[in-house]
T-cell receptor, first 109, second 112 residues
């Protein structure tokens, strides 16, 4: 079962960096790590994904541990619009992406 | 660019009724999937498809049927609606099953 472990909630101050952790100890060598976020009353939105090396895009950075059993999503400067539920997922042995409960990020002005 | 289109956006059913939630994508994506999201919960995978003519069950398939006769369309059928199927349903697609998922806006279903 492709399970990840994330904190239920986190808080950040606006304009400060946010590090969202995720544990995925059962990940295999070929599974990509994906991050999505869901704003209130919207469908999930892709944030970033990676396999082994750290990844950067315009939204965020993804830092993957050397043993790949954990990863961290980094929002470099949190804004109020970043308040959302963030999901860390990987595909596991089946061709399906299973979403857990995610981390509710609150951004304080 | 329409992306992933779901219809209807809202639907109220009575217990025992059947209906189909439509999902269409115009990105020529091979992979499509259906999720349900109950209040305050994460998404749970119902069914998915890796290409036309191929479907498979996800985490919570009971009470739902799917088919994939074309690359573009992936309808979800509720056979006999139950109150436990009250939820928000999301359709998603991606070029490959390992790639970025694009989600529709969701269909809110209430079963009385």
């Amino acid at each position: 079962d492709a399970k990840t472990t994330q904190p239920n909630s986190m808080e950040s101050n606006e304009e400060e960096p946010v590090h969202l952790p995720c544990n995925h100890s059962t990940i295999s060598g070929t599974d990509y790590i994906h991050w999505y976020r869901q704003l209130p009353s919207q469908g999930p939105e892709y944030v970033i994904h990676g396999l082994t090396s750290n990844v950067n895009n315009r939204m965020a950075s993804l830092a993957i541990a050397e043993d790949r059993k954990s990863s961290t999503l980094i929002l470099h400067r949190a804004t109020l619009r970043d308040a959302a539920v963030y999901y860390c997922i990987f595909s596991g042995s089946a061709r399906q992406l299973t979403f857990g409960s995610g981390t509710q990020l609150t951004v304080l002005p | 660019n329409a992306g992933v289109t779901q219809t209807p956006k809202f639907q109220v059913l009575k217990t025992g009724q059947s209906m189909t939630l439509q999902c269409a994508q115009d990105m020529n994506h091979e992979y499509m999937s259906w999720y349900r999201q109950d209040p305050g919960m994460g998404l749970r995978l119902i069914h998915y498809s890796v290409g036309a003519g191929i479907t498979d069950q996800g985490e919570v398939p009971n009470g739902y049927n799917v088919s994939r006769s074309t690359t573009e369309d992936f309808p979800l059928r509720l056979l006999s609606a139950a109150p436990s199927q009250t939820s928000v349903y999301f359709c998603a697609s991606s070029y490959r099953w390992t790639g970025e998922l694009f989600f529709g806006e969701g269909s809110r279903l209430t079963v009385l």
